[in-house]
């Protein structure tokens, strides 16, 4: 088969770096971004968040889940300058006072994964299941929760955790 | 990803005329699909116009009994709107059928109807495809063509159109509002997406310097005898293989006013005229639901790998209508089909 031709990147010049303000875990965090800057390089790379994770970087794994003004997001898929002035959640922000967030307690109780990698996303992605309300099943759980993918299976603790944590909320 | 400058619209008329001003630009808005394919160097705009912070974020009821569904509002808040829940139930079902609340909480409606198709050949740039670049040809019809369609086939292309939330729109008779240069045009939902013909790379009827601005549904909802059936190869965040709204409305055994279009089947949401035609004044039975599927698929042509798509589509047509008579929708969370 012949191969496509290489594609044409047009040269243009580099724009101007734009600043933003994030407010995230309830810190204002002034920011100079690339336009091109997702919401999670810009936490990663900029802000040394690092426990929001860069799984596939395409939206679909759910690694880097976070809350932006109270919803879940797929943070690679946002740029940081389209979220100026927004309220953005981690899992560095859930724990309160040296508490550990209910869903944080609840994934330790039923050893809800095994690597761990995709834990922030899913945990962040339940927070925002449980403030949602339309979860009230093990079905419905798992139907909600299907935009984060655990490669070690940990999905009936998972589950199991989300419930426990449910029952509390 | 390549540098692309960044402005924001300042409203409706500014995004017409930022756009108008420059033919590398593209709209922004929940940006899912469109960062994804940034990243894959499909879609390379040299500047991003965000109108994510447009006023167009309302669903609210018209004049002559319709619903009018703002262009940014996301998919999730249009799945659980009341007026869509309980007046348009097929709708909802359909969103909630598609993608995940992550991406459904950014997805815009406009967006969604937006949507390139998710043919592996289009996204993969060291393969040659006429939707990405006109001309060079088609990787998929002699290559893995197991999720392409089996209607309105070109020989440019065979590339499906991957929305859940369009299959119900077309069946509900929606229409579309655009904004340009010259005003407000509205295009029916038929006319909105296209066949590939030789022109794939065109996936719509709207002009690049005009802007989506709403969906508008009509009164009728179909409240009662509908259902969204999809299949696919898991049970959740996949794209269909085949997937079926089917809406009617019945006077006891009698079918008044049907509906029915298909996703994952052809370049646009498939509704079928004379289908639906065979289903209007005859009894709610399964010999009329395989008569219905038989007309819809007369001329379905299958593909190396994907001819098993006109039998099933012909056992999800049957079984979606059935489910729409009995008036037991098929759950998007408990996946037994019934």
């Known amino acids: 088969m012949a191969r496509a031709r290489t594609v044409e990147r047009p040269t243009i010049p580099v724009p101007a770096k734009i600043s933003i303000v994030l407010v995230v875990n309830g810190a204002e965090r002034p920011l100079t971004v690339a336009p091109w800057t997702t919401l999670l390089d810009a936490l990663r790379d900029h802000l040394d968040l690092t426990g929001t994770k860069k799984g596939c970087d395409h939206g679909q794994c759910g690694a880097c889940t976070v809350l932006v003004d109270g919803r879940r997001i797929n943070s690679c898929l946002a740029l940081a300058v389209m979220k100026d002035g927004t309220h953005v959640t981690t899992i560095e922000g859930l724990a309160k006072d040296g508490t550990l967030h209910p869903l944080q307690q609840a994934f330790i109780d039923h050893d809800a994964f095994q690597c761990g990698y995709c834990t922030p996303g899913q945990i962040c992605s339940a927070v925002g299941l449980i403030a949602e309300g339309k979860a009230k099943t093990a079905d419905e759980i798992r139907e909600l929760m299907s935009g984060n993918i655990c490669r070690c299976g940990a999905y009936l603790n998972i589950v199991a955790a989300i419930e426990q944590a449910m029952g509390q909320s | ?138 990787s998929a019809i002699n290559g893995l063509n197991r999720m392409h369609a089996i209607l309105g086939t070109s020989e440019a292309c065979i590339a499906t159109h991957p929305s859940d939330m369009c299959v119900a729109l077309a069946a509900l008779d929606a229409k579309v509002q655009v904004v340009g240069p010259a005003g407000e045009r509205t295009i029916s939902f038929a006319d909105f997406h296209r066949l590939p013909l030789d022109t794939p790379q065109r996936d719509t009827n709207l002009e690049p310097n005009e802007l989506l601005a709403a969906v508008e549904l009509p009164a009728q909802g179909f409240r009662t005898n509908y259902t969204y059936l999809k299949i696919r190869d898991r049970l959740s965040y996949a794209f269909a293989l085949v997937s079926v709204a089917a809406a009617m409305e019945l006077e006891g055994d009698r079918i008044r006013e049907a509906r029915l279009a298909l996703g994952g089947v052809a370049h646009k949401p498939w509704r079928d005229a004379l289908a639906e035609g065979a289903l209007r004044g005859q009894e709610a039975n399964p010999a009329t639901f395989r008569r219905a599927a038989d007309v819809l698929l007369h001329d379905a042509k299958g593909f190396a790998h994907n001819a098993f798509k006109i039998d099933l589509a012909r056992r999800a047509i049957v079984r979606a209508l059935t489910q729409a008579a009995r008036g037991t929708p098929q759950s998007q969370s408990d996946k037994r089909i019934q």
């Open chain 2, 1 to 138: 990803m390549i540098n692309f400058e960044y402005a924001r619209a300042s409203d409706v008329a500014d995004a017409v005329r930022q756009i108008a001003g420059d033919p590398g630009a593209k709209f922004i808005a929940g940006g899912t699909n469109l960062i994804d394919l940034m990243k894959e160097d499909v879609e390379r705009p040299s500047r991003l116009i965000d109108i994510s912070r447009l006023p167009l974020n309302r669903v609210e009821e018209t004049t002559d009994g319709g619903v009018r569904i703002g262009a940014l509002v996301p998919n999730s808040d249009l799945a659980y709107h009341p007026l869509i829940e309980q007046r348009y139930p097929m709708l909802g079902s359909a969103i909630l059928a598609g993608a995940s609340q992550q991406l459904r909480n950014m997805a815009s409606t406009g967006g969604n109807l937006l949507q390139r198709t998710r043919c592996y050949y289009f996204y993969d740039t060291a393969t040659l495809c006429n939707k990405r670049e006109p001309g060079s040809g088609c």
